[in-house]
T-cell receptor, first 114, second 117 residues
């Protein structure tokens, strides 16, 4: 596509429910990144993919968080048993190769856990 | 670990004037990349300018330029002829050039820029 597409744009969920956030990168971009933005913590790296592999998942905050990427394209970030502290904007980005030219970000998913 | 610090939570500028946003970083690496991103209310992070650490020449993109001081680990952004559309949150970011964690952008806390007509 023309840009990085994220869905849903906004998600309200009840505490304890599972949620899936989707990211559709720019066609041909081999690398894909997930970040979390919250008032208290700023912008935090979560995980990145090169192709379907995740060389660095060091930013995932707990084992309730997981992500996968299939076909070198769409990625899904799953949060199980959501907690109120998971409320944040989840940003996805993609890049050609190793991203030395910078990353293209989507508009994010605002997750609110009530 | 690398850290990025933006010491100015908020800045303001008059339309058509010049403003400089500050950024310092800490790293033991010699090769890396630095970026400035703009985030308007739409939430989408937009790349403003990038700098490769091994290049001494400061990057320039139209009205945006940087002052890169490698020894001082300083990377400031200068916006000339400010426009109302420049109003946004600006983030400074660092990325290693290699290694398995190259995908990780480390961001500063951000600076909110207000442009007055």
């Amino acid at each position: 596509g023309a840009g990085v597409s994220q869905s849903p744009s906004n998600k309200v969920t009840e505490k304890g429910k599972d949620v899936e956030l989707r990211c559709d990168p720019i066609s041909g971009h081999t690398a894909l990144y997930w970040y979390r933005q919250s008032l208290g913590q700023g912008l935090e790296f979560l995980i990145y993919f090169q192709g379907n592999s995740a060389p660095d998942k060091s930013g995932l905050p707990s084992d309730r968080f997981s992500a996968e990427r299939t076909g070198g394209s769409v990625s899904t970030l799953t949060i199980q048993r959501t907690q109120q502290e998971d409320s944040a904007v989840y940003l996805c980005a993609s890049s050609k190769g190793r991203g030395a030219d910078g990353y293209t970000f989507g508009s994010g998913t605002r997750l609110t856990v009530v | 670990a690398q850290t990025v610090t933006q010491s100015q939570p908020e800045m303001s500028v008059q339309e058509a004037e010049t403003v400089t946003l500050s950024c310092t970083y800490d790293t033991s690496e010699s090769d890396y990349y630095l970026f400035w991103y703009k985030q308007p209310p739409s939430r989408q992070m937009i790349l403003v300018i990038r700098q490769e650490a091994y290049k001494q020449q400061n990057a320039t993109e139209n009205r945006f330029s940087v002052n890169f001081q490698k020894a001082a680990k300083s990377f400031s952004l200068k916006i000339s002829d400010s426009q109302l559309g420049d109003a946004a949150m600006y983030f400074c970011a660092y990325r290693r050039a290699g290694g398995t964690s190259y995908g990780k952008l480390t961001f500063g806390q951000g600076t909110i820029l207000t442009v007055h007509p």
